[in-house]
DNA sequence: GTCAAAGGCGAACGATCGTGCGCTAAAGTG
DNA sequence: CACTTTAGCGCACGATCGTTCGCCTTTGAC
């Protein structure tokens, strides 16, 4: 019936399901993502689906990459330019809380979703996801450091600190938004941030 | 084979099968929460463990509102004697970031979990759990607008920003201990939440 | 024109899901 | 004592889960 596609519709195709899936996901969890209710939303079969991944771990992973890698696209992508230090920390902050009030995913942030999914977890997919938000934490400890040392953020701030409490901020946005409906939650990360970066 | 027990007793398995339906619920979620695995858990029959509640939705509401009772027993009992407003407010955060440093389930506080997993979901488990949660956040303004109004914190602090930003810290300790094996995770948010209530 | 390669479908598998029914047996009531 | 009540078990059900297999059909290389 419908045969072989290009390599190019290939493509397409798989990323057409990693979408959906990232969508799915958001709402219900990688775990609560099924192999099934995918093929149906994409209107094509399982073995259709399974096929481009080949073990429903995988998909995870595939998603997981993708959430992350979109992640950085919409937070540090735009902000990769401005000066060190400071300025672009502030840039990261705004872009997060945007990010984090629209996201582009039902369910919010998979980001977040997904740390708290399996954060007390084993397995591939957790670590995979570890990595990605550890490198994340990297980034936040570098430019609050060299904010630091400009001379632009106290000198007794723990830049390793700072950088768990933007994240716990940035987490905490949707909940707030989609659980208690709370439109002004990315205004109240936003100014939430500036205050944990000022003082120790 | 085993007939009926005592009215205490059928209460104690009802009990002991909520306690390990949150023991569950932490790591996998409260729909990874399956009746056959927590029947094998506790060593009964799934019939046995769904009797006592109905259906899986009745058993999730009665989960969620262990847990919630749980934080409240945890979090909020050890310090409602305290003065009103600053000393109760500081002893909560304490008594916060100590629970979520050692909640009592394997995979972290479950107020925080569930929150992130039904946040963007209808039904009735997600509605309770809003409810709870809304209760708390009350809890917490009420108290900050009584410190500020005491003189104890800064009079242009929003109160409704900062329980924002105090439940969001709090729920970051999960994934930074669980997710990143931060030990200090603990420290890191009593620290913050001070500072997100000095200033705002 | 021929042929290997590969995307995708349809059907089936064993396992597990939530749920319902009928039974047993102990506890409470008279 | 007899009798109702009920906690819990065993079994079965339809549905869905992830995964495997064989087949068809189109594409790209020769």
């Known amino acids: 019936m419908t045969g072989r596609r290009s390599a190019v519709d290939a493509l397409e195709t798989r990323a057409a399901i990693l979408?959906?899936?990232?969508?799915?996901?958001?709402?219900?969890?990688?775990e609560g993502l099924s192999i099934g209710r995918l093929a149906t939303?994409?209107?094509m079969s399982k073995s259709g689906v399974l096929g481009q991944f080949g073990s429903k771990e995988e998909l995870q992973l595939e998603t997981v990459r993708l959430v992350l890698a979109n992640?950085?696209?919409r937070v540090w992508e735009p902000v990769r330019h401005a000066e060190r230090g400071l300025p672009r920390l502030t840039g990261i902050c705004e872009a997060w809380a945007r990010y984090a009030?629209?996201?582009?995913?039902?369910?919010g942030c998979c980001v977040a979703t997904f740390s708290h999914e399996f954060d007390g977890r084993p397995g591939r997919v957790?670590?995979?996801?570890?990595?990605g938000v550890r490198q994340w934490r990297a980034t936040l400890v570098r430019e609050i450091t060299t904010?630091?040392?400009?001379?632009d953020l106290p000198p007794d701030l723990d830049p390793r600190q700072a950088a768990f409490t933007l994240d716990a901020i940035a987490s905490g946005i949707g909940p707030a938004r989609l659980l208690h409906g709370d439109t002004d939650a990315g205004t109240w990360a936003a100014q939430a941030m500036r205050t944990a970066l000022r003082a120790p």
Chains 1, 2 share one sequence.
């Open 19 to 30: 979408r959906t899936a990232a969508d799915i996901a958001s709402v219900d969890g990688l």
């Open 41 to 43: 939303a994409l209107s």
């Open 71 to 73: 992640f950085v696209a």
């Open 101 to 107: 009030m629209d996201p582009g995913y039902p369910g």
């Open 126 to 131: 957790r670590d995979e996801l570890a990595t």
């Open 147 to 151: 904010a630091i040392s400009h001379g």
